[in-house]
Every structure is written in C-alpha cells, then in structure tokens.
C-alpha cells in the first residue's frame, strides 16, 4: 500500500513558494484545541503535546486491532495555528500570538466515532492532558494569499509585508485580522533562520 506523503501530493497548501501567491484552501477535517497564552508557555507546549497525541493515537489504530474502513498509511500533517487579537481596534500586530486555536489535519476516512475512539486511546496514555478541549472539525478557508516564511518567527512582519504589496497590486483586501500558520519545521530541531512556515491570510477581490 503506497504511503501518503503530504509533502508530496499537497505541495500547492504546505510547501509554497516564499514569494505570495493565491490559492484556494478546500474544507479539511482537523483535531483543533483553543486556548490563550504565549506560545513560549508551558501552556502553549501542552496543547501542542495534546494534539499531536491524539492524532497519533488515530494513526497507529491498526497496530491495536482497529483499521477505520477506508484507512490508509499517512504521516501526520504538521502543526497549523490561526491567531487572532484579542481586542477590539487594536493595530494589527503579527507577533501578538496570545490567543489561538491550533489544529493538525486529519484525513477524510476520519469520522466523528473515530476521533471519539483516538481520545479514549490517548487517555489511557496520558490521562494529564487537556483532552477534553479537543474537537473535531471541518473547516474551510476559501481563497487566500500565502507564502512561505524562511527566518525566524520574529520576523514574520517581513513577509507579511511582501503579502500586503502583493494584495495591493492584486486589488485583493484581507477579510478578517485572523492569520494562519503551519509549522513545516521543528523549531526545537532547525535553527531559527532555517524555520519554515506557511504565511495565510484569507482574502477577497476589492
């Protein structure tokens, strides 16, 4: 059975140009968990240990006697964030990271009844984690503007700018605060000026 590789069937969403681009996002199933807090805290790491168990308990079923019907092999889609301010009126600053839902994607033979089994096996993992913030759901971004962020998180305004021009020049207009991003990297393995993430901000035609 051939493995599924995101990196190789979805390079159009994950591994886009460092130069913005449109791109039309389709509705995807994910493990999402909302919370607030800097994303250097030992909350932010627990929601990310969270999620990332839970999705890993769904992946490994079949080595415990359960093969979802329409299973495949798949690695594990990275991790995504959509971050938000949390007060009205204020600038649009994208190193505040204080409030935010982060998810991971799942694929589409995933059911309601499936991520209800995934929580039940990561519980009897690890029963500390925040499991009960975990949902499950299908979301839809339409059409965007992304691009892919080489550098360090601090200087994300960088090719935010580049994606701001290019709205511009496009007669494209944001359509909320609200961005997302998807962590390509390993920031505990990659050195900053190394990280990668996808940059996405939801747009439409002025």
């Known amino acids: ?7 190789k069937e979805l390079k159009e969403l994950y591994l886009p140009k460092n130069q913005p681009t449109v791109v039309e996002v389709p509705a995807m199933q994910f493990f999402t968990i ?14 990310i240990e969270t999620l990332y168990t839970v999705s890993y308990a769904l992946r490994m079923m079949p080595k ?19 971050w938000d301010l949390d007060e009205e009126g204020r ?20 059911t309601e009844e499936l991520f209800h089994t995934a929580i ?15 949902k499950f759901e299908q979301i839809e971004e339409g059409v965007c503007v992304q691009a892919m962020h080489i550098g360090s998180y601090d200087n994300e305004p960088e090719t935010f700018a580049l994606m701001e021009e290019f709205c511009r020049q496009n007669k494209l207009k944001r ?23 996808v940059l996405r901000v939801k747009v439409t035609e002025i």
């Open 64 to 82: 415990k006697g359960i093969t979802p019907e329409g299973y495949y092999e798949y690695t594990v889609f990275p991790l995504e964030g959509i």
């Open 120 to 134: 039940h096996i990561a519980k009897s993992k690890k029963a500390d984690l925040l499991l009960e913030k975990v």
């Open 175 to 197: 359509l909320e605060k609200t961005h997302k991003e998807i962590y390509i990297s390993d920031a505990r393995k990659t050195a900053p000026e190394k990280l990668k993430t």
């Open 34 to 47: 909302e919370g607030s807090g800097n994303p250097n805290s030992e909350g932010f790491k627990e929601n």
């Open 1 to 7: 059975m051939k493995k599924f590789e995101w990196r």
């Open 91 to 110: 600038k649009l600053d994208y190193l505040s990271k204080d409030h935010f839902v982060l998810m991971i994607r799942q694929p589409d033979f995933v």
